[in-house]
């Protein structure tokens, strides 16, 4: 049983080259689209801020959430500090 990916013995090396080149394409592409995801700086940031450098909403509800956490363990630390 010949492998689909071999080629046969009529095939031109022109035909091998050109595939060769698709298959080098395709592999670009594919690190190309993993490296992206990788990129977690980027990704955020574009999650973050619009392509015309202003906050996104969710910019303003992470920055929100952000403020009352840190007042509530402040509150929270007067707090504990009155009662001893």
């Given at each position: 049983?010949?492998?689909?990916?071999?080629p046969s013995?009529?095939?031109?090396?022109?035909?091998?080259?050109?595939?060769i080149e698709?298959?080098?394409?395709?592999?670009?592409?594919?690190?190309?689209?993993?490296?992206?995801?990788?990129?977690?700086?980027?990704?955020?940031?574009?999650?973050?801020?619009?392509?015309?450098?202003?906050?996104?909403?969710?910019?303003?509800?992470?920055?929100?959430?952000?403020?009352?956490?840190?007042?509530?363990?402040?509150?929270?630390?007067v707090r504990?500090?009155?009662?001893?």
């Amino acid at each position: 049983m010949s492998d689909p990916q071999s080629p046969s013995p009529s095939t031109s090396v022109s035909d091998l080259q050109a595939d060769i080149e698709r298959t080098r394409a395709e592999l670009a592409d594919t690190v190309d689209q993993l490296a992206a995801r990788l990129d977690v700086k980027t990704r955020v940031r574009d999650r973050l801020i619009t392509p015309e450098g202003r906050p996104t909403t969710t910019a303003y509800v992470v920055g929100t959430a952000v403020v009352l956490a840190l007042t509530a363990m402040v509150v929270r630390g007067v707090r504990r500090k009155e009662h001893r």
